[in-house]
């Protein structure tokens, strides 16, 4: 079974930037679609940036679009989100998700596949 693994968090002051990534030892991730969502405990989940899985096509949630930016490799078989501009309210857990075929769609629901998070702090 697909299982995504995320890297790439930490403490970082507000303004600054960190690049978190989604893998997925042992599988392909080439006909997975890829969104990247985050949730602090208590709170719904928030759906940030997904990727189609050519890449060609990509989404973002208003909260951060113009700061944030999904890419993938596909000889690397990694997905990443480029955070910039960070800000205190980006504190939260990161998860990448994944579903097969998804062409960079905004409902979480659809992503079947789930990493264990990876924490980023913003904070000074």
């Known amino acids: 079974q697909l299982q995504l693994m995320e890297s790439g968090g930490g403490l970082v002051q507000p303004g600054g930037s960190l690049r978190l990534s989604c893998t997925a030892p042992?599988?392909?991730?080439?006909?997975?679609?890829v969104m990247w969502i985050r949730q602090n405990p208590g709170e719904e989940r928030e759906g940030l940036a997904a990727?189609?899985?050519?890449?060609?096509?990509?989404n973002y949630g208003a909260s951060v679009r113009g700061r944030f930016a999904i890419s993938r490799d596909h000889a690397q078989n990694t997905v990443y989100l480029q955070m910039d501009n960070l800000k205190p309210d980006d504190t939260s857990t990161y998860y990448c998700?994944?579903?097969?075929?998804?062409?960079?769609?905004?409902?979480?629901?659809?992503?079947?596949?789930w990493g264990q998070g990876t924490q980023v702090t913003v904070s000074s």
């Open positions: 042992g599988f392909s991730l080439r006909d997975y679609g």
């Open positions: 990727i189609s899985p050519s890449g060609r096509a990509e």
């Open positions: 998700a994944a579903g097969v075929g998804l062409e960079a769609s905004m409902f979480i629901w659809k992503y079947d596949y």
